[in-house]
């Protein structure tokens, strides 16, 4: 009995189910590729660091290799540039899209956005008090800093709010400029984190991967893309389009 009611009720179920993965699936390539791979690389990464206190064996080499071109400009230039990965770069300029965001009245994107921001420093506050990972000891840091390091604060915050960026622009013209200038600003943040000596390489790829995750974990959620202007409200229009794709 049971086995000829399920078969009676499996052609509507994969019916259904078609219509669900050819819906989403967008959202679900990106859950796969942009959240699921960026957190089993970093879950990886912190498994190791959890286990091995010393690191891992490309660490200190890339560490030395990079603290070979010190010189006094190089150290003026890289302390100064080191502060706009949080404070004197993205959080004045958080602050004012956040405000923009708000006078447009872009309440989704503008909840995306505040979400990812301030999400992403309790995440990496919260995996540093666990893993208790020591900063490098290499040499004598021009800018030495005193909590712990995995994984980095610097390289969280300008991943978070660059790929944050670059998904509140995608549908714009501006996606490419983000793009390309946001690439260059986190590299160039984590150059100056590994630089001065306060990372270690792992460090700062462990915050690009946590950051990526979080960013477009919370954009599946939230979908900021569906903000546009019309008389329909943000959650009626969700409704409306998920019930006109999947036909109820």
Excluded at 145 to 156: I, R
Excluded at 175 to 202: A, D, E, K, M, Q
Excluded at 217 to 242: A, F, Q, Y
């Amino acid at each position: 009995m049971f086995s000829s009611d399920f078969w009676k009720l499996s052609p509507s179920f994969l019916s259904f189910l078609k219509k669900l993965l050819i819906a989403h699936w967008c959202s679900l390539l990106m859950l796969l590729v942009g959240v699921c791979l960026p957190l089993f690389v970093f879950e990886e990464l912190a498994v190791a660091v959890l286990q091995n206190e010393g690191g891992f064996p490309w660490d200190e080499p890339l560490l030395l290799a990079i603290h070979s071109s010190a010189k006094p400009q190089l150290d003026a230039f890289a302390i100064t540039l080191t502060k706009f990965g949080v404070f004197w770069g993205v959080f004045p300029v958080a602050t004012l899209i956040s405000f923009v965001l708000l006078r447009l009245k872009r309440w989704r994107s503008l909840a995306y956005f505040l979400t990812t921001l301030l999400g992403s420093p309790l995440i990496n506050h919260t995996v540093k008090e666990l893993l208790h990972r020591v900063r490098p000891n290499l040499w004598e840091s021009v800018s030495p800093e005193l909590s712990y390091a995995f994984p980095s604060g610097h390289a969280m915050s300008s991943m978070t709010f660059i790929a944050a960026l670059v998904i509140l622009t995608w549908s714009s013209n501006w996606r490419w400029l983000v793009l390309v200038l946001g690439s260059v600003f986190v590299l160039s943040i984590g150059w100056t984190r590994l630089y001065l000596g306060v990372h270690f390489p792992s460090d700062i790829l462990a915050g690009w991967m946590v950051s990526i995750a979080w960013s477009i974990g919370v954009s599946l959620l939230i979908r900021p893309h569906l903000t546009k202007p019309s008389n329909v409200s943000e959650d009626e229009l969700t409704v409306n389009e998920e019930q006109s794709i999947l036909g109820n």
